[in-house]
C-alpha cells in the first residue's frame, strides 16, 4: 500500500487506490468515512504520542513490530534518538539506519538483559498469541528507570461496543484469519489483499490477524502485574466522530476511544518476574 506523508513527516497509509476499486456507491461513502474517523485516528494517535517521549539523543530504541520503519523514524526524531533496533517478523525498508532482528514476536526476544532505553509496541500486542512472555520479555530488555509504550485498539470502543449490540463481530476482531468476518461495516471485503498463506504455513498466527483485545484499565493492570509502574493511559479516534471533535472526545474519555496507549516504566530496582502467568 502506498505511503504519503504529512507537512510534519509523518506517515500515513494512503489507501485512495484501494478505495477506487470499489463499485459499491454506499460502500465508497463508508471508505471516505473510515478514511477520515478510523484512519484519521491512528495518525492522531501517532502524531499525539508524542508528547509521551522524552528527549534523550543517547537512548538506545526498539520498536516491536516495526512494519516498513517509515513511523519509527518519525517516533525516533521526537526523542533524538539514533541507536535504533527494530524487532519483526518481515524486513523494513530502512536497514541502513535500524538494526533489525527478523523473528517471530511470540518467541524469546533476542536482546540482552537491560539494554534499551524505550520500548515501542504500536499496534502489536493485540496479534500476541504469548502476551505474557511478550510482557515478561518487555520488562526484561529495558533498563531499569526506561519505559515502554505500548499502543492497541479498544476493546470498549463505541464502535466495538456498537458492533457487539449488533450482533456483529467487534470491528477489532473481525480480521482473526486475514479476512473480513461477522461484520457487516468491512468496506474492503472482497477487495484484493495480500496472500497470507506465507504466514499460516509458517504459523505465524499473529501475521493473520488480531487475536487478543484489551480496554484501558487491562493494559494498565497487565503492565503492573509484570512489574512495571503505570504513568499514563491516552488515546484516540472517538469514533463515529472525526477530526477535531474526535480528537477532543478522546483525550476527555480515553476509556472509549478507538485507539488507546500506556506509558509504562520499569522501576530502578525491578527484579526479574518470578515467571508467574
Not at 497470507?196 to 497487565?222: D, I, S, V
Not at 503492573?224 to 479516534?237: I, K, L, V
Request: hydrophobic share 40%.
Amino acid at each position: 500500500m502506498a505511503k504519503s506523508y504529512y507537512e510534519d513527516g509523518l506517515p500515513y497509509e494512503d489507501q485512495s487506490q484501494l478505495r477506487a476499486a470499489i463499485r459499491s456507491p454506499w460502500k465508497k461513502a463508508l471508505a471516505w468515512y473510515v478514511n477520515k474517523s478510523f484512519n484519521g485516528g491512528v495518525c492522531d494517535l501517532n502524531r499525539h504520542v508524542r508528547r509521551y517521549f522524552e528527549p534523550n539523543p543517547s537512548a538506545t530504541v526498539l520498536d516491536v513490530g516495526t512494519g516498513d520503519g517509515d513511523q519509527f523514524l518519525w517516533w525516533a526524531q521526537q526523542i533524538g534518538a539514533t541507536r535504533l533496533h527494530a524487532m519483526d517478523a518481515i524486513p523494513n525498508r530502512h536497514q541502513d539506519r535500524i538494526q533489525t532482528t527478523l523473528t517471530a514476536l511470540d518467541e524469546a526476544w533476542p536482546y540482552a538483559d537491560r539494554f534499551f532505553d524505550v520500548v515501542i509496541s504500536s499496534q502489536n500486542i493485540e496479534h500476541i498469541i504469548d502476551t505474557p512472555l511478550y510482557m515478561k520479555e518487555c520488562l526484561r530488555v529495558l533498563k531499569p528507570g526506561g519505559y515502554a509504550i505500548i499502543m492497541t485498539e479498544n476493546l470498549a470502543s463505541w464502535a466495538n461496543i456498537g458492533a457487539t449490540v449488533m450482533g456483529w463481530m467487534p470491528f477489532s476482531f473481525s480480521n482473526m484469519f486475514g479476512y473480513p468476518l461477522g461484520n457487516r461495516l468491512i468496506w474492503h471485503e472482497g477487495l484484493p489483499k495480500e496472500d497470507f498463506t506465507k504466514f499460516y504455513e509458517r504459523k505465524l498466527w499473529g501475521c493473520l490477524g488480531h487475536q487478543r483485545l484489551f480496554t484501558p484499565l487491562a493494559l494498565r493492570q497487565l503492565g503492573e502485574h509484570y512489574g512495571f509502574r503505570f504513568e499514563a493511559a491516552f488515546g484516540s479516534a472517538y469514533l463515529p466522530l472525526w477530526g477535531v471533535l474526535s480528537e477532543w472526545f478522546s483525550r476527555l474519555d480515553t476509556t472509549h476511544a478507538h485507539f488507546i496507549g500506556v506509558k509504562l516504566r520499569k522501576p530502578e530496582d525491578a527484579a526479574p518476574h518470578p515467571g508467574a502467568l
